[in-house]
């Protein structure tokens, strides 16, 4: 069973940027394109990057050219760069696999505003 323990969120303002981390255990992510999501309330969660198992990497067009999603399978870790950070950002964000087979983590909130 994988266990994900996602970090980093902090409230900042339009145009800041945050770093967001998840670190995996319980298995080896190497295996699995990871995503990244987030949820607001009221709404569905949103998927807005991948990292394939080769390091290929798809966005959300509302994040695409802001957003960064990497990997280091040696440490079972999996990052998200946010910048030029907009209000409609503001969420819990939250990584899985693609396909959100793992149990989900607790989130880490991102907050952006004046």
């Known amino acids: 069973q994988v266990r994900l323990v996602e970090s980093g969120g902090a409230l900042v303002q339009p145009g800041g940027s945050l770093t967001l981390s998840c670190a995996a255990s319980?298995?080896?992510?190497?295996?699995?394109?990871m995503g990244w999501y987030r949820q607001t309330p009221g709404k569905q969660r949103e998927l807005v990057a991948t990292?394939?198992?080769?390091?290929?990497?798809r966005y959300a067009d509302s994040v695409k050219g802001r957003f960064s999603i990497s990997r280091d399978n040696s440490v079972n870790m999996v990052w998200l760069q946010l910048n030029s950070l907009k209000p409609e950002d503001t969420a819990v964000y939250y990584c899985?696999?693609?396909?959100?087979?793992?149990?989900w983590g607790q989130g880490t909130q991102v907050t952006v505003s004046s």
């Open positions: 899985n696999e693609e396909n959100t087979r793992f149990s």
């Open positions: 990292i394939s198992t080769d390091g290929v990497s």
């Open positions: 319980g298995r080896f992510i190497r295996f699995y394109t």
